[in-house]
Nanobody, 128 residues
């Protein structure tokens, strides 16, 4: 089974940028669609962005569209989340996740329940 380790979180001022990375091991990375999710205190885990196996299909939550970019490097077994123009409401623990799925269905790629493997999370705090 695949193991996922996130990095790149931290404290940033509003308007700033961060890039999260998620390194995968113990699995065939190119078998997995990848997603980023976040969870703020007292709230449910929510979809942020997803990318298909090939990287040709990406989806974003409306709240981050135009500010965040998901990408993957299959040679490095890593998925990234570039976050620009950060807002205080982006503050949360960010998780990467993997599901064994080779398609590009929107509803499947954004659903928490469809993901089989999760990282431990990385904290992102945006100050105003």
């Amino acid at each position: 089974q695949v193991q996922l380790v996130e990095s790149g979180g931290g404290l940033v001022q509003a308007g700033g940028s961060l890039r999260l990375s998620c390194a995968a091991s113990r699995g065939t990375f190119t078998s997995y669609a990848m997603g980023w999710f976040r969870q703020a205190p007292g709230k449910e885990r929510e979809f942020v962005a997803a990318i298909s196996v090939s990287g040709s299909t990406t989806y974003y939550a409306e709240s981050v569209k135009g500010r965040f970019t998901i990408s993957r490097d299959n040679a490095k077994n890593t998925v990234y989340l570039q976050m620009n123009s950060l807002k205080p409401e982006d503050t949360a623990v960010y998780y990467c996740a993997a599901q064994s799925y080779s398609g590009g269905d929107y509803y499947r790629l954004r659903a928490v329940r469809e993901y089989d493997y999760w990282g431990q999370g990385t904290q992102v705090t945006v100050s105003s």
